[in-house]
DNA sequence: TTACGTTTGTTGCCGTTCCAACATACTTGC
DNA sequence: GCAAGTATGTTGGAACGGCAACAAACGTAA
């Protein structure tokens, strides 16, 4: 057997598995892995959404052409993620959108289809998988609610309040260091950078929070 | 056997099944019917996580309290969708979110663990099961995607195109009905109706497309 | 230390949205 | 038809964000 594997360490997908079960469950999904520098795609809009993948190095980010000829990123894909997940197990036929290597990456591909057939080879963690598959997707599905949330507010005041706010919730206290510097916020949070950093210092000298970097606190 | 399902018609949870194999499901995963009129709550926020809803009859709205003491609406639950599926799976312990009738409603609750667990009953269609759940929040998770990508347009007009054109992708044809009047499509966007008013009009003087109420045909 | 690049904060102008109020359709029930 | 209610379109003033350009703080390497 292939060891396309080396560790389950840290992938949700495999959680629950040993290595050895999971090799051998990647080869029942016809696992294979694939290299790609930055900028190359793995995934083109218009292909067939039949396979999945599992970011083993390296970084993707998923992308959309506009009307206009700008490219939206709808968001990041860091190691040990699932890409292409939803699109797969959805049932539509074709791929939407372009995923893309934001650095040089390996990712492994999976057939999405063998995940929900009963297993050839009689492995026992199809049960388990599926169960992974399911909770990775609906925690993305609550993810996807909370920046809807986030931006259901028009003004960036309102946004970064949202968010921080929700953070604050998510990691149970209200000092908190948040995972993104400025201009990475201000992707996330969809608004100016130079906006952001000046709603920053504006709710910081309101009494808001008190803020250094990427470090708040909330009052 | 109780049948607390009069038809499987249109439930994609129910997809592939008669109403007698739904019905032995439903049993086994321990449902029963709630009532509930306008306004009160399925869900309350801080509730315990483990079950999830099949709207029945009726419409359910998920709002979120915001700090300002605002309710935002979050998503409508029409008939025959799923409700608070994601919460469910996803491995949170407990609602982020409340979940109340939009109308009066009848709602059928599941139980989520159940879903998962192999059959006491021998029933053979939990692997169908699972494989509509899977595809239904899938779906859901593409669904959000496209709203997110209409989202990250910060003006209305943006936001209006991206919306148009992503449904004549999505129905393959440039001349198209969208299923909101003004105001639902306001809030679908979160842009004020009467500004929205204003640039469709605007647009169609413009040339981008011509429209009838909520008829549409992009040039 | 100096020089350089990166990140963050600040400012002014301009375009857009918000909000409220009003005007004009369209629909429904009588 | 008429009236009442709802949906949609229009307008003007105030507020806000986008953009660009610049300033300040920080880290790094020669």
Redesign the interface.
């Known amino acids: 057997m292939v060891k396309l594997l080396s560790s389950v360490q840290g992938y949700e997908l495999f959680d629950g598995m040993s290595l050895e079960e999971a090799n051998a469950m990647v080869e029942c999904l016809d696992g294979h892995v694939i290299s790609r520098d930055k900028g190359a795609a793995i995934f083109v809009e218009g292909s067939h959404a039949n396979r999945f993948g599992a970011v083993l190095s390296g970084s993707l980010v998923v992308v959309?052409d506009?009307?206009d000829g700008k490219r939206?990123i709808?968001k990041r894909i860091g190691e040990k993620e699932l890409v292409a997940?939803?699109?797969?197990?959805?049932?539509?036929k074709i791929m939407?959108?372009r995923v893309e290597a934001d650095a040089p990456s390996r990712i492994l591909i999976l057939n999405a289809e063998r995940v929900?057939s009963?297993c050839c080879n009689g492995c026992a963690f199809h049960?388990r998988l599926?169960?992974n598959?399911?909770?990775i997707?609906?925690?993305?599905?609550?993810e996807?609610?909370a920046?809807?949330?986030i931006?259901?507010h028009?003004t960036t005041d309102d946004r970064l309040?949202?968010y921080l706010?929700t953070f604050a919730?998510k990691c149970g206290s209200n000092e908190f260091d948040i995972p993104f510097d400025r201009q990475q916020l201000a992707d996330f949070l969809?608004?100016e950078r130079s906006a952001l950093s000046a709603e920053v210092s504006r709710l910081a000298r309101a009494g808001a929070f008190a803020c250094h970097k990427n470090h708040f606190k909330l009052t």
Do not use: D
């Open positions: 959309k506009g009307l939206i709808i997940a939803a699109q797969a197990f959805s049932g539509a939407r959108v929900c009963p049960a599926v169960r598959v399911m909770r997707i609906s925690a993305k599905t609550l996807l609610n920046k809807i949330e931006l259901s028009r309040l949202a706010h919730e969809c608004v």
